[in-house]
């Protein structure tokens, strides 16, 4: 039988990949989309990279969370809200 810290670090591994696929989901439709984000740009200046700054803020969030040590990305896991 597993201890507790032996369930709960089973658990952050299952959570953390799970942010990784989430994360990479939504870089994935992030990139789809970029264009048709770029155009609803208006705000203050319309200069139509909306979309690109999405996208590499998260490509850049994905390259952190991956070179993150494990214990870097569980205390990230805990305060930041990941969906069931």
Do not use: H, K
Not at 25 to 43: P, T, V
């Amino acid at each position: 039988m597993m201890s507790d810290l032996e369930v709960d670090s089973v658990r952050a591994s299952s959570e953390l990949a799970l942010v990784r696929r989430l994360a990479l989901a939504a870089l994935e439709a992030l990139e789809r989309e970029r264009q048709r984000i770029d155009g609803l740009n208006i705000y203050p200046v319309p200069d139509g990279d909306t979309g690109m700054n999405l996208v590499l803020t998260v490509v850049r969030w994905s390259r952190s969370w991956t070179r993150a040590s494990q214990s870097s990305r569980r205390f990230f896991a805990g305060i930041l809200p990941v969906p069931c």
